[in-house]
């Protein structure tokens, strides 16, 4: 089973619909983010949490939020969908000071 | 805050080697990583090096490290179809604290036969 696990996967959705992508981890990290990556723009930060009471804006924060439940648990909702909100969007962790981060598959994000 | 480039795209021909480059800004001693994205796949580290190093080699990747330059580059030796890939540099400073690792845009490496 993987380490990070993303779902779903894949979503096709219309404008103004509200969505959830939720990211589950087993390694114990209490270091945990969200990403967008879009073809020349790489990866851009969305939120990042440090740990279960911690929650930060990263660089596009804007139409999104976030809910970090548990240690394990982080997910990213989008209140009303819109289409350049189409991407890919990755979870990823990272063990205190290590600075390795392990991503999970990717969700795939189609607005309409 | 801190800032890292790299080019976008790279063509080579299978069998040849491959040189992705990229450039940092951190002052301060740092971890310097390798991610490499397969098409339809997640990030997966490949290879770091700390920045008090000037070399490391492992296997057919062979990370050098300029540190007055502040440019790192990542050579594939025997480039073969399977290196065709999305290949991130990124930095980040040991110990954590309230730093979040810094990744460039990602290099496109295209192996053609």
């Known amino acids: 089973d993987a380490d990070v696990t993303q779902t779903p996967r894949n979503r096709i959705t219309k404008t103004g619909k509200r969505i959830m992508l939720e990211c589950s981890q087993t390694?114990?990290?209490?270091?945990m983010y969200w990403y967008r990556q879009d073809p020349g723009l790489g990866l851009r930060l969305i939120y990042y949490?440090?740990?279960?009471?911690?929650?930060n804006k990263g660089e596009i924060s804007d139409g999104y939020s976030v809910s970090r439940q548990a240690q394990a648990k982080f997910s990213l909702s989008l209140e009303s969908a819109i289409p350049n909100q189409t991407a890919l969007y990755f979870c990823?962790?990272?063990?205190?000071?290590?600075?390795?981060?392990?991503f999970g598959e990717g969700s795939r994000l189609t607005v309409l | 805050g801190e800032d890292v480039e790299q080019s976008l795209f790279l063509s080579v021909r299978e069998g040849d080697s491959s040189v992705i480059n990229c450039t940092y800004t951190?002052?301060?001693?740092?971890?310097l990583y390798w991610y490499k994205q397969e098409p339809g796949a997640g990030l997966q580290l490949l290879t770091y090096?700390?920045?008090?190093?000037d070399m490391k080699q492992d296997q057919r990747l062979t990370v050098l490290l300029n540190k007055k330059d502040k440019h790192l580059s990542l050579r594939i030796a025997d480039t073969q179809t399977g290196d065709s890939a999305i290949y991130f540099c990124?930095?980040?400073?040991?110990?954590?604290?309230?730093?979040?690792?810094?990744f460039g845009r990602g290099t496109s490496l295209i192996v053609h036969p």
């Open positions: 951190d002052s301060s001693s740092t971890y």
């Open positions: 390694k114990g990290h209490d270091r």
């Open positions: 990823a962790t990272e063990g205190t000071g290590s600075g390795e981060l392990f």
């Open positions: 090096i700390f920045s008090n190093m």
């Open positions: 990124a930095e980040s400073p040991p110990g954590g604290g309230s730093y979040i690792p810094t």
């Open positions: 949490s440090f740990d279960v009471k911690d929650i």
